[in-house]
């Protein structure tokens, strides 16, 4: 018996579907993974960083009320919201701006304050607080732990010369540090406020910041003076108006909130990319899309923005998010040289295993080329997976001693490009070298558990 098999008929791809598949120059992808919102940015067809907004408050303040004060680890524990404990290290309140006395110099049980959430809850571990609240906008940063002025690091010696120019010359600093608006007056020396970090000019005894400015801030380093200066004094306002208000709410307020689209942006691009690594945004929430539209007007203007609208594939299967997640949690990792990585965390620290596996070659060279794409990928995988605290990892041993500076100098380079704080401490003569990284969030296997 026979039967007739009808011809499949042939696949025509669009050129929009061919572009949106073309990863070359990143996309940040918006769309639902598990059913839980997800940011992931692609980069030439390689996952990089993904983040799951849902649950997170890194960023949010909040009016806290001190539980306890623990003298022995000079530090205290502050309820954010009825039940929520939070650790507040003494070292990240030494200003704080109590709402329900004066400070005299002391955090007693009972007091009152604005606190921001500086790392998610991990493990048993209580979710992180400072008091020295911080608010930025795309070119300028205000924080109550600093009194001095700094620059972006990815600010060449030119743009930051130019920068500390205008900044003087508007008023806005004075031998390097910030004048307050209200008593800022150019070229007036007496304008520099006194010493301590409280200024009777401000509101309520309001801390005074430090400036950091960013790296968007070069955009305008070119531009007239007064457009920067513009710039500072409406973070400025905000700034004195958040205290201003912060004075007058009640214990276990939301004073800064981080569920909104502009909030979400913020935290994506301060913490896990660069604005850099990526050319369009792409998402298939069409609740979701003018939002974005309105952040890319205002804050990233030379990104395009699609929205996705196939009902028959789903963005999320376009770009196989379900396989590309699963490989990131996978304990190997195989390199194109035929090398591969096994990664184990344990509960102390992190273990990364560089092995030769099926590359051939000639000893030295061989395991010079495997460590080299290695320490490329290692970075990769620590910010992919975001895995912090001690990082110990064990490189293929090599003879030769500028062998092995090669490959820290690779190593180096490529984890200054991660957002979060990473320190590459040395390598022993065993080819153990340990990496130190900030714990902002929770590591992505904990995360993708939680789903």
Request: hydrophobic share 40%.
């Amino acid at each position: 018996m026979s039967r007739n098999i009808a011809e499949k008929s042939t696949v025509t791809i669009t050129e929009a579907e061919s572009g949106i598949r073309k990863t070359e120059a990143g996309k940040l992808i918006f769309t639902r993974w598990r059913n839980q919102n997800g940011a992931f940015l692609i980069r030439r067809d390689r996952l990089t960083a993904m983040a799951f907004p849902d649950g997170s408050k890194v960023g949010g303040i909040y009016l806290a009320r001190v539980a306890n004060v623990v003298k022995n680890i000079n530090a205290c524990f502050v309820e954010i919201q009825p039940g929520e404990i939070c650790f507040l290290s003494l070292k990240d309140a030494q200003f704080p701006f109590l709402t329900n006395r004066p400070y005299d110099g002391r955090i007693l049980e009972g007091d009152e304050l604005p606190v921001q959430v500086i790392r998610d809850a991990q493990k048993t571990k209580q979710p992180s607080v400072t008091a020295h609240i911080s608010l930025a906008n795309d070119y300028f940063a205000l924080t109550a732990d600093t009194q001095k002025a700094g620059f972006s690091a990815k600010l060449d010696k030119e743009q930051r010369s130019r920068l500390k120019h205008q900044l003087e010359e508007t008023g806005i600093l004075n031998n390097g540090r910030l004048v307050p608006p209200e008593r800022g007056i150019p070229g007036n020396s007496d304008a520099v406020p006194p010493e301590g970090r409280y200024h009777p000019a401000l509101p309520t005894e309001m801390p005074l910041p430090g400036l950091i400015v960013r790296t968007r801030a070069a955009e305008l380093a070119e531009a007239p003076a007064e457009q920067l200066s513009e710039q500072f004094r409406l973070l400025w306002k905000e700034y004195t108006g958040f205290f201003r208000d912060a004075s007058h709410r009640t214990c276990f307020s939301c004073l800064k909130r981080t569920d909104t689209i502009a909030d979400l942006m913020g935290r994506i691009l301060n913490q896990l990319m660069d604005a850099s690594e990526f050319s369009e945004l792409v998402t298939d929430d069409p609740l979701l899309y003018p939002q974005l539209e309105e952040y890319c007007r205002e804050h990233l203007p030379g990104k395009a923005l699609r929205l996705y609208e196939d009902a028959l594939l789903s963005l999320s299967k376009l770009y196989s998010l379900d396989s590309r997640v699963e490989e990131a949690l996978s304990a190997h990792v195989w390199l194109k040289s035929g090398g591969y990585l096994l990664i184990q965390p344990t509960e102390a620290l992190t273990v990364i295993d560089v092995n030769s596996g099926k590359y051939e070659g000639r000893k030295e060279d061989a395991f010079l080329k495997v460590n080299l794409e290695a320490a490329e990928e290692i970075a990769r995988q620590i910010r992919l997976r975001n895995l912090s605290g001690i990082i110990i990892v064990d490189f293929i041993n090599m003879k030769e001693g500028k062998s092995r500076v090669e490959v820290m100098d690779c190593l180096k380079d490529k984890v200054r490009h991660d957002k979060v704080k990473t320190t590459v401490v040395d390598m022993t003569p065993l080819g153990l070298v340990e990496i130190t990284r900030k714990k902002i969030t929770k590591p992505l296997r904990e995360i993708v558990a939680g789903r």
